[in-house]
């Protein structure tokens, strides 16, 4: 199944839960929330108190991106907030196996993230303990950036290192730019989970959007692991 997971970075702020419950409508799974925390990534956005009265009365899936420097200490704060899934960056100063440990003994799935810079091989010692692979297509701190294509040849390594370890349910989510055009280079590349903020925020229909994306990437995706 292919997963769309818009970002709320991109909705109306002032009414989060009302932008959550239009994209649960629209046929959204799950709902990114992205966490900044000025230090890790020059901007700051929201916390665990704001998750924690979303998660309240939301029904997809709460994707929490944690772009901070110390996803360690804070897990607890969104695992106790209603995170399904908490995803923290490689290049954070958390220790990744302690903090791969502590999301699940908080009982949350866990993500492992990576940067631009960063190649997909930092990541695979610690592929058999996740749950999903983030690969940003831009470089994390903003919304509305364009989508870097050359991330591709990453997603396609992890790809292929999830099936080599026997971890083909390793979700694999690119986030960053993604739109209706660029979907099908991820899908292409074994992305199976898009994190899409303005293009799914500033489309007019975000019932028709988020179904020619879905549609797009289970065309694209590799047939024989379909
Ligand atoms: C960037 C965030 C993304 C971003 C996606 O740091 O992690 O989730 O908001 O938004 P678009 O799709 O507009 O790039
Ligand atoms: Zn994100």
């Given at each position: 199944m292919m997963?769309?997971s ?11 839960g009302?932008e ?6 629209a046929?959204a799974?799950?709902m990114?929330?992205?966490?900044m925390?000025g ?6 956005t ?9 998660t309240?009365?939301?029904r ?15 897990a607890k704060d969104?695992?106790?907030?209603g ?6 960056h490689?290049e954070?100063d ?6 791969i440990n502590?999301?699940k ?9 990576i ?10 010692p610690?592929l058999k303990?996740i ?10 701190g903003?919304?509305?950036?364009s ?8 997603v ?8 080599r ?10 986030d960053?730019?993604?739109?209706e055009?660029?979907?099908?280079e ?5 992305a199976?989970a898009?994190?899409?903020g303005s ?5 007019v229909?975000?019932k028709?959007i988020i179904?020619l ?13 379909e």
């Open positions: 997963i769309i818009p970002s709320l970075l991109s909705c109306d702020f002032a009414k989060m009302e959550i419950t239009r994209m649960e409508d046929g799974q799950w990114h929330y992205d966490v925390d230090h890790f990534v020059p901007n700051i929201v916390g665990a108190p704001v998750l924690k009265a979303l309240k009365k939301m997809a899936v709460a994707d929490v991106h944690l772009m901070i420097s110390d996803p360690l200490f804070y969104f695992a106790e907030a995170a399904d899934y908490i995803t923290f490689i954070a958390s220790d990744p196996v302690k903090t502590r999301i003994e908080l009982g949350c799935k866990v993500g492992l993230s940067k631009p810079k960063t190649p997909a091989e930092a990541i695979f610690y303990d749950d999903l692979v983030l690969v940003m297509t831009v470089e994390p903003f919304g509305g950036q989508f870097m294509a050359d991330m591709m040849s990453k396609k390594a992890i790809y292929d290192e999830v099936r370890i026997g971890r083909a349910d390793i979700v694999i989510e690119v960053g730019g993604i739109n055009i660029n979907i099908v991820a899908a292409a590349a074994g199976n898009f994190v899409s293009t799914i925020f500033n489309a229909d975000a028709k179904s994306l879905k549609e797009r990437a289970k065309e694209a995706y590799p047939k024989e692991e």
